[in-house]
């Protein structure tokens, strides 16, 4: 499947961004979708999943009760509403995509920069 992440931009602290996460290619009900962070000089880190009917989420706990994620299925899209945004959540965002939880995220989208300002 192949994905394309948007919706990033600079915000202040405190402020909120939705990203969307747009899949064309194979039937996006086959996949679980996951947002992915990486901020400069640091690794890439978890940051949420959804399930295939977006029946289950989890969340990385520094994002807990400030991201939600959320999926259409029928719009083959997947999102990422952040709320309550701190410097510390500046990074690139990536979403990605897997068939089942004991297999690889194999699928990536180009990412999305979103810049925190204190």
């Known amino acids: 499947v192949q994905l394309q992440a948007s919706g990033g931009g600079l915000v202040q602290a405190g402020g909120s961004l939705r990203l969307s996460c747009q899949a064309s290619?194979?039937?996006?009900?086959?996949?679980?979708m996951g947002w992915f962070r990486q901020a400069p000089g640091k690794e890439r880190e978890f940051v949420a999943l959804?399930?295939?009917?977006?029946?289950?989420?989890d969340y990385a706990d520094s994002v807990k009760g400030r991201f939600t994620i959320s999926r259409d299925n029928a719009k083959h899209a997947v999102y990422l509403q952040m709320n309550n945004l701190k410097p510390e959540d500046t990074a690139v965002y990536y979403c990605?995509?897997?068939?089942?939880?004991?297999?690889?995220?194999?699928?990536w989208g180009l990412g999305t920069l979103v810049t925190v300002s204190s």
């Open positions: 290619g194979r039937t996006f009900s086959d996949y679980i």
């Open positions: 959804i399930s295939w009917t977006g029946g289950r989420a």
């Open positions: 990605a995509a897997r068939r089942s939880l004991t297999t690889e995220y194999n699928d």
